[in-house]
């Protein structure tokens, strides 16, 4: 079965760094879109950060130049790096990869977030001074 484990998660003051972890098992990794989400209370959840197969990049607009995300097929893991990270920022971080039968996902995560079947349990970012 797939499973999808997040770590990395903490308080971080404003203008900090933190990097996410994301572990993905139960599947073949290397095949797959793989992105982050986030969710704030009272907020719906929107996508962060996408990555494809062939490792192109899609970032939510306001991430742009202070987000990266990369994947290590050999450790089947995906990250984000976050830098400059402000309150805004603050919410449950979400791991997500699509339906196995699917591919190239990425290109709608924005928008369309049902193609991603698979959610690990969040870890929780908070900017805050």
């Known amino acids: 079965q797939v499973q999808l484990v997040e770590s990395g998660g903490g308080l971080v003051q404003p203008g900090g760094s933190l990097t996410l972890s994301c572990v993905g098992s139960g599947f073949t990794f290397k095949y797959h879109d793989i992105g982050w989400f986030r969710q704030a209370p009272g907020k719906e959840r929107e996508g962060v950060s996408c990555i494809g197969a062939s490792s192109d990049r899609y970032y939510l607009e306001s991430v742009k130049g202070r987000f990266t995300i990369a994947r290590d097929n050999a450790k089947n893991t995906l990250y984000l790096q976050m830098n400059n990270l402000s309150p805004e920022d603050t919410a449950v971080y979400y791991c997500?990869?699509?339906?196995?039968?699917?591919?190239?996902?990425?290109?709608?995560?924005?928008?369309?977030?049902?193609?991603?079947?698979?959610w690990g349990q969040g870890t929780q970012v908070t900017v805050s001074s």
């Open positions: 997500a990869t699509e339906d196995p039968s699917l591919r190239k996902s990425c290109g709608s995560f924005l928008t369309d977030q049902s193609a991603f079947d698979y």
